[in-house]
């Protein structure tokens, strides 16, 4: 492979360092471009060819359908750690050992408390509020109630707000869930596990003792950490882009969530769910809703489907569709609404239209499936995926941040008017 890329422009050439990643990737160095080229920069919407930064945190190949979080494999995390070491990983770039997961734990537990102060800012909201839009809105709110964590420049400040937010955004979660259910808000309880006590700050009832359900903590467990990382997002994108500014990590985060929230990203798995119930309700006739999809006259889209890298099935659709028969079937659920599911996915996986488009279901495809098996509402699937995201985005920001990237700011060609003489008002 050569070291450089030669660009010729109106006849003179333009050499620019090629540099290769640790998988073999390979991109052009252009840092150097807009002043070696008299100015000519380059554009790429939606930045498809374009890589925003060199990142150590997670590896994707869209041809093969690889994940892997710090070189581990998707498929071995998901079925051997659980979500709290995971996130360790992704932050701190070593799986923990007990001691170390132990002492995470226990001072995230020490900072899960939430200022009583955010429950009159959660009061104000209507119930009728999607659950997104309250947790972007309280997660900024955090950073009036813990100032300190605005600036990390210390390894120690790092932390410290790394186990405020890893301890703080489960209780917002559920308090979001509770406000539109009218159920009081709580804590839970910090002798249970990180997963399980999310599950009882959702679901515990003010009348009773909440009764764990082992088969929900492993289901839920292995979503949080599916959805964990997934490298230049646009959710994580965002947190970037905004961190560079050298704004706080909870302003930041609460940027990232409303890029989430999007039916294209994150908003898409309560679209897919939207969805079946439509063709559900429309009397299960898939092939009406693939034609839908394939009309280009037709805004309408198979949710659930396609990807910006994955060019081959997303391991993680692969994972949570076995998750999905094993919850129903354990949970003893007859579910039409996955039957449709299944029935769409192998109908699309061999129509021509998908086919050469290399469409194919992806994380959001099945997640909702298994979320309303477990009684979780449709409007709260897309912060189920911000909370599994969490630890994602905080270990993009603080690898940007580490790196001293600088701010983003990105050019433009403009294509508007040129130079034009201002007319007073009476000329007009
Ligand atoms: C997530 O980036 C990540 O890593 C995201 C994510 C993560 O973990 O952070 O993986 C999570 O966001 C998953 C994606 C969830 N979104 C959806 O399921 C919404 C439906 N999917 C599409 O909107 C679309 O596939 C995207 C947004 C996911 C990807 O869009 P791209 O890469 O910009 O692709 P495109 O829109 O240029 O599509 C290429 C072609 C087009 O047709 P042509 O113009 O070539 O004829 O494929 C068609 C599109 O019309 N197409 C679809 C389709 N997705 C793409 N046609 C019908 N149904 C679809 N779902």
């Given at each position: 492979m050569s070291k450089t890329a030669t660009l010729e422009i109106n006849g003179q050439k333009h050499e620019f360092p090629l540099i290769t990643g640790t998988e073999n990737e390979v991109a052009?160095?252009?840092?150097?471009?807009?002043?070696?080229?008299?100015?000519?920069?380059?554009?790429?919407?939606?930045?498809?060819?374009?890589?925003?930064?060199?990142?150590?945190?997670?590896?994707?190949?869209?041809?093969?359908?690889?994940?892997r979080y710090r070189g581990y494999a998707i498929e071995d995390l998901a079925d051997k750690a659980d979500f709290l070491e995971v996130a360790y990983l992704l932050i701190f770039?070593?799986?923990?050992?007990?001691?170390?997961?132990?002492?995470?734990?226990?001072?995230?537990?020490?900072?899960?408390?939430?200022?009583?102060?955010?429950?009159?800012?959660?009061?104000?909201?209507?119930?009728?509020?999607?659950?997104?839009?309250?947790?972007?809105?309280?997660?900024?709110?955090l950073t009036a109630f813990n100032p300190s964590s605005v600036n990390v420049d210390s390894e120690e400040d790092m932390y410290k707000t790394v186990v405020k937010i890893m301890g703080k955004f489960p209780v917002?979660?559920?308090?979001?869930m509770?406000?539109?259910?009218?159920?009081?808000?709580?804590?839970?309880?910090?002798?249970?596990?990180?997963?399980?006590?999310?599950?009882?700050?959702?679901?515990?009832?003010?009348?009773?003792?909440?009764?764990?359900?082992?088969?929900l903590v492993n289901a839920l467990d292995k979503l949080l950490i599916l959805h964990a990382d997934h490298e230049q997002n646009c959710s994580t994108s965002t947190v970037r882009i905004v961190g560079s500014s050298h704004a706080g990590l909870f302003a930041s985060l609460s940027a990232g969530i409303s890029a989430l929230w999007g039916p294209l990203h994150?908003?898409?798995?309560?679209?897919v769910l939207e969805m079946l119930e439509a063709i559900k309700e429309d009397g299960g006739d898939t092939k009406k809703f693939m034609a839908k999809a394939k009309d280009k006259a037709d805004p309408f889209r198979l949710m659930g489907f396609g990807h910006r890298v994955y060019k081959n099935f997303d391991p993680r659709a692969k994972i949570i569709k076995v998750a999905a028969d094993e919850v129903l079937s354990d949970l003893g659920i007859e579910d039409p609404v996955l039957d449709i599911a299944k029935?769409?996915?192998?109908?699309?996986?061999?129509?021509?239209?998908?086919?050469?488009?290399?469409?194919?279901?992806?994380?959001?495809?099945?997640?909702?499936?298994?979320?309303?098996?477990?009684?979780?509402?449709?409007?709260?699937?897309?912060?189920?995926?911000?909370?599994?995201?969490?630890?994602?985005?905080?270990a993009q920001w603080k690898e940007m941040r580490a790196r001293k990237e600088p701010i983003g700011r990105p050019r433009q060609i403009y294509i508007g008017e040129n130079h034009r003489e201002f007319k007073t008002i009476d000329n007009r």
């Amino acid at each position: 492979m050569s070291k450089t890329a030669t660009l010729e422009i109106n006849g003179q050439k333009h050499e620019f360092p090629l540099i290769t990643g640790t998988e073999n990737e390979v991109a052009i160095d252009i840092k150097t471009l807009r002043g070696a080229t008299g100015g000519v920069t380059t554009i790429d919407p939606g930045y498809k060819n374009t890589g925003s930064c060199e990142s150590g945190i997670t590896f994707l190949n869209g041809e093969e359908g690889i994940l892997r979080y710090r070189g581990y494999a998707i498929e071995d995390l998901a079925d051997k750690a659980d979500f709290l070491e995971v996130a360790y990983l992704l932050i701190f770039g070593e799986l923990p050992t007990k001691v170390e997961l132990e002492k995470f734990h226990a001072d995230i537990k020490e900072e899960s408390v939430v200022d009583d102060d955010i429950k009159k800012i959660l009061d104000a909201f209507p119930k009728a509020a999607h659950p997104m839009g309250v947790l972007s809105s309280l997660t900024s709110a955090l950073t009036a109630f813990n100032p300190s964590s605005v600036n990390v420049d210390s390894e120690e400040d790092m932390y410290k707000t790394v186990v405020k937010i890893m301890g703080k955004f489960p209780v917002l979660v559920a308090w979001a869930m509770r406000k539109k259910s009218g159920l009081p808000l709580n804590y839970g309880d910090d002798s249970l596990g990180y997963v399980e006590n999310i599950l009882k700050m959702m679901f515990g009832k003010p009348n009773g003792e909440y009764t764990q359900n082992k088969i929900l903590v492993n289901a839920l467990d292995k979503l949080l950490i599916l959805h964990a990382d997934h490298e230049q997002n646009c959710s994580t994108s965002t947190v970037r882009i905004v961190g560079s500014s050298h704004a706080g990590l909870f302003a930041s985060l609460s940027a990232g969530i409303s890029a989430l929230w999007g039916p294209l990203h994150g908003g898409a798995n309560q679209a897919v769910l939207e969805m079946l119930e439509a063709i559900k309700e429309d009397g299960g006739d898939t092939k009406k809703f693939m034609a839908k999809a394939k009309d280009k006259a037709d805004p309408f889209r198979l949710m659930g489907f396609g990807h910006r890298v994955y060019k081959n099935f997303d391991p993680r659709a692969k994972i949570i569709k076995v998750a999905a028969d094993e919850v129903l079937s354990d949970l003893g659920i007859e579910d039409p609404v996955l039957d449709i599911a299944k029935g769409l996915a192998s109908e699309a996986l061999s129509d021509e239209y998908f086919v050469k488009r290399k469409l194919y279901p992806n994380v959001d495809f099945y997640s909702g499936i298994i979320y309303r098996a477990m009684g979780i509402p449709v409007e709260m699937f897309t912060v189920m995926f911000a909370l599994g995201r969490l630890p994602g985005w905080i270990a993009q920001w603080k690898e940007m941040r580490a790196r001293k990237e600088p701010i983003g700011r990105p050019r433009q060609i403009y294509i508007g008017e040129n130079h034009r003489e201002f007319k007073t008002i009476d000329n007009r």
